[in-house]
Structure formats: C-alpha cells, structure tokens
C-alpha cells in the first residue's frame, strides 16, 4: 500500500511562486508514474502534470505549461510541482496521485493511489 502526504499549500497573491510536495512510503516509488490533479469547488478532478519513471519525460496541462514544472527526486521518494506566475483561475485542492502505469495516463481512474490534497488558494 502506497501512501502519498503532499504539503505546500497556502494562500499567495496573483504571480507568486509556490512550491508542493509529495513524500510517498510503502512502495517502491521508481515503480510509479507521479502525477498532480486539481480541484476546484464544483468542478471535476483535473490533470495537472506528470513525470515518468525515471524522471525523463513529463506533461502538462495546456493551462499549466510554462507556468509549472513537476520533477521528482528518487533518491527522497519524493515528488514535487513548482508553480509560478499563478492565476486566481490556479486556486483548487491539488493532490498527488500515483500508478504503475502505462506512461500518459491523465484519467482519474487510472491512479492506483491519492494524497489527502493541499489547498493552494490564489488571491487577486
């Protein structure tokens, strides 16, 4: 059983800088694909970013790209999404997920395992 904390959130004012975190235990954290999914009161669970394996490839959401930079380091089982110049329209519970795979997997019910989520809350 894979358990994911994520820690980092806060209330920032519009193009600020937050840092997230994702510790995992329980698992062999190389086995799984590390992503970030979003939630903003009433809509759906959202794709945010992803990062391989290895750490070689990610993705993005379209919204996100230039903005973000999801990365993980190995060596900590720790995954990590770094989030500038944010937008008011950025504010949501953000949540770590992980799966085995396969590489591209964006759906919800593709992730084996969640995080509790943090609040990241972006003010005008």
């Known amino acids: 059983q894979v358990e994911l904390v994520e820690s980092g959130g806060g209330l920032v004012q519009t193009g600020a800088s937050l840092r997230l975190s994702c510790a995992t235990s329980?698992?062999?954290?190389?086995?799984?694909?590390m992503s970030w999914f979003r939630q903003a009161p009433g809509r759906e669970r959202e794709f945010v970013a992803g990062?391989?394996?290895?750490?070689?490839?990610?993705d993005y959401l379209d919204s996100t790209k230039g903005r973000f930079t999801i990365s993980r380091d190995n060596a900590k089982d720790t995954a990590y999404l770094q989030m500038n110049s944010l937008r008011v329209e950025d504010t949501a519970v953000y949540y770590c997920?992980?799966?085995?795979?396969?590489?591209?997997?964006?759906?919800?019910?593709?992730?084996?395992?969640w995080g509790q989520g943090t609040q990241v809350t972006v003010a005008s």
């Open positions: 997920a992980a799966d085995r795979g396969p590489w591209g997997a964006v759906r919800t019910r593709d992730y084996d395992y």
């Open positions: 990062v391989s394996w290895s750490g070689r490839h990610t």
């Open positions: 329980g698992g062999t954290f190389t086995d799984y694909v």
